[in-house]
C-alpha cells in the first residue's frame, strides 16, 4: 500500500502534569464518539488532537469543560513500514527550506507506520503543495 499524506486539523488543550489527567480527557471524548486519529502529550507543554472529525470534537469538549485552542493545521503521514520510510518527506521538505516545527512517528508492529507533524503556518499550503496532502 502507498504512503497516504492528509492536511489535519488539530487542537491543543493544556492538562496538568499529574497522573491521570490525559487519561479522564481520552476517556471523556471516547464516551463522546470521537475519534482520534492522533494525540500528542509532553510534560510542561501543549497536548496536540488531531480528529476525524473537527466539530465532534469541539462538541465533546465543550460539554466536557476542556478548553481548546483555535483549530490549526498539521499533517498526518501513513504508510508501509521500512527503513528511512520518512527520508524522502524530511529531505524534499529541507530541500524547498521547509522547517519542519515538530514530528512524533510510530510503527504499528504489523508492517504499518504513522507520523503527525507540523510546519509554521505560513508554510502549510506550499507544503501541502509540494508533498500532494490531500
Given at each position: 500500500m502507498?504512503?497516504?499524506?492528509?492536511?489535519?486539523?488539530?487542537?491543543?488543550?493544556?492538562?496538568?502534569?499529574?497522573?491521570?489527567?490525559?487519561?479522564?480527557?481520552?476517556?471523556?471524548?471516547?464516551?463522546?464518539?470521537?475519534?482520534?486519529?492522533?494525540?500528542?502529550?509532553?510534560p510542561a507543554a501543549r497536548k496536540a488532537l488531531?480528529?476525524?472529525?473537527?466539530?465532534?470534537?469541539?462538541?465533546?469538549?465543550?460539554?466536557?469543560?476542556?478548553?481548546?485552542?483555535?483549530?490549526?493545521?498539521?499533517f498526518l503521514l501513513q504508510g508501509d513500514d521500512r527503513v528511512g520510510a520518512m527520508t524522502q518527506l524530511l529531505d524534499t521538505l529541507a530541500g524547498a527550506k521547509i522547517n519542519v516545527t515538530a514530528m512524533d512517528a510510530v510503527t504499528t508492529g504489523d508492517g504499518r507506520f504513522g507520523a503527525i507533524f507540523w510546519v509554521k503556518p505560513q508554510a502549510v499550503a506550499r507544503t501541502a503543495k509540494l508533498l500532494g496532502a490531500q
Open positions: 502507498a504512503d497516504t499524506l492528509r492536511k489535519v486539523e488539530y487542537f491543543y488543550t493544556l492538562l496538568s502534569d499529574a497522573p491521570g489527567q490525559g487519561a479522564k480527557v481520552l476517556a471523556g471524548l471516547a464516551a463522546e464518539g470521537v475519534n482520534l486519529l492522533a494525540f500528542s502529550g509532553f488531531v480528529p476525524e472529525n473537527a466539530a465532534a470534537l469541539k462538541q465533546a469538549a465543550k460539554k466536557l469543560g476542556i478548553k481548546l485552542s483555535a483549530g490549526k493545521k498539521g
